[in-house]
């Protein structure tokens, strides 16, 4: 008897060995490859959501610079404009300053 029951110990392990490598380790192989390709694809969307980030922040800096740079322009023809004395106040017109006129007289 002891004989027979080696050789059922021998068939199951044969056996358990057989569904092991036809069934799951095929199986487990498989799922690493897809947690490789999605452990990959979340690094990826993690670097894509990143280079947008930085890309809304440039567009976002380029933008304060223009704004920036507007705003100074507006006080300089402001302060520009504010040097012109109107000659008919009810018309809108305007004399041209006399120091802009004694620069363009050594210009020319």
């Known amino acids: ?21 036809e069934e799951i380790l095929p199986a487990l192989e498989k ?17 894509l959501d990143r280079l947008r980030r930085f890309c809304i922040a440039h567009e ?4 304060k ?15 520009r404009e504010s040097q012109y004395q109107p ?3 009810s018309h809108g017109a305007y004399a041209i300053p006399s120091t802009m006129c004694a620069s363009r007289a050594m210009a020319s």
């Open 87 to 89: 000659i008919w106040p």
């Open 1 to 21: 008897m002891a004989e027979s029951e080696c050789l059922r110990w021998v068939f199951a392990l044969t056996s358990l060995r057989q569904v092991l490598e």
């Open 65 to 79: 610079q223009l704004q920036d740079d507007s705003e100074s322009q507006m006080q300089s023809l402001q302060v």
């Open 60 to 63: 976002f800096t380029a933008a």
């Open 31 to 47: 799922l690493r490859k897809e947690r490789a390709a999605y452990m990959q694809w979340v690094a990826s969307s993690e670097n």
